[in-house]
Nanobody
Framework: QVQLVESGGGLVQPGGSLRLSCAAS????????MSWYRQTPGKERELVAT????????TYVDSVKGRFTISRDNVQNTLFLQMNSLKPEDTAVYYC?????????WGQGTPVTVSS
C-alpha cells in the first residue's frame, strides 16, 4: 500500500534552516510530480512547492520563493524540501503527496515550529 513518511521537522529560530524528507513507497514514485503542503490549525492545507517527475521543473508559492528548494531522488524514492531563512509564519505541519487532483492517503506529516 502507499506510504508517505515525512521527517526532518523541529523547532528552529527565525532565520534558521531545516531539511525535510519524504520517503515514498507503494507506488511508482518516479512517475509522479510531487508536492509539499503545509497546514496550520483551523486553516486549509496549503500547497507550498511542486516538482516534476524528473525534477526539471519546480514551482513555489510566492511566500517561500527564494527561501525553499524542492528536490527529489528517484532512486531512493525520496522527496526533499530545503527550507532556509525560516520565518514564524512558516510554522505548520508539512506533508508530501502526489501533485494530482486525487491524492494518495496522507502521511502523519512533520511539524515545523519557527520561534525564538
Amino acid at each position: 500500500q502507499v506510504q508517505l513518511v515525512e521527517s526532518g521537522g523541529g523547532l528552529v529560530q527565525p532565520g534558521g534552516s531545516l531539511r525535510l524528507s519524504c520517503a515514498a513507497s507503494g507506488f511508482t514514485f518516479s512517475s509522479y510530480a510531487m508536492s509539499w503542503y503545509r497546514q496550520t490549525p483551523g486553516k486549509e492545507r496549503e500547497l507550498v512547492a511542486t516538482i516534476s517527475w524528473i525534477g526539471s521543473t519546480t514551482t513555489y508559492v510566492d511566500s517561500v520563493k527564494g527561501r525553499f528548494t524542492i528536490s527529489r531522488d528517484n532512486v531512493q524514492n525520496t522527496l526533499f524540501l530545503q527550507m532556509n531563512s525560516l520565518k514564524p509564519e512558516d510554522t505548520a505541519v508539512y506533508y508530501c503527496n502526489a501533485a494530482t487532483a486525487t491524492h494518495f492517503p496522507w502521511g502523519q506529516g512533520t511539524p515545523v515550529t519557527v520561534s525564538s
